[in-house]
Nanobody, 121 residues
């Protein structure tokens, strides 16, 4: 069974930093894109950043210059380094990965359980 387990969330003051990690475990054939999304109370889930298997990245305009997505393919892990955090970054952050379980199956999106990030002013 495939699992995505996030860690690294917490409470931080404005201007501070956090690093989120997400590990994919289970029997899989390959991982394509990985990324991070977030959902604040009363708002829809939104894209934060994605990274392809080759390392091409895409960051939301709201986090460009402050957040950096990266991955370690050997560890099936994606990271989100968050610097200069603002109160409006407060949300539950979800890890996403597009995974192929075996060579015969298509790719599917898998999600982590979410980790809370709270930025105080």
């Amino acid at each position: 069974q495939v699992q995505l387990v996030e860690s690294g969330g917490g409470l931080v003051q404005a201007g501070g930093s956090l690093r989120l990690s997400c590990v994919v475990s289970g029997s899989i054939f390959s991982i394509n894109a990985m990324g991070w999304y977030r959902q604040a109370p009363g708002k829809q889930r939104e894209l934060v950043a994605t990274i392809t298997g080759r390392g091409n990245t895409n960051h939301a305009d709201s986090v460009k210059g402050r957040f950096t997505v990266s991955r370690d393919n050997a560890k099936n892990t994606v990271y989100l380094q968050m610097n200069s955090l603002k109160p409006e970054d407060t949300a539950v952050y979800y890890c996403n990965a597009r995974i192929r379980l075996n060579i015969m199956t298509p790719e599917y999106d898998y999600w982590g359980q979410g980790t809370q990030v709270t930025v105080s002013s």
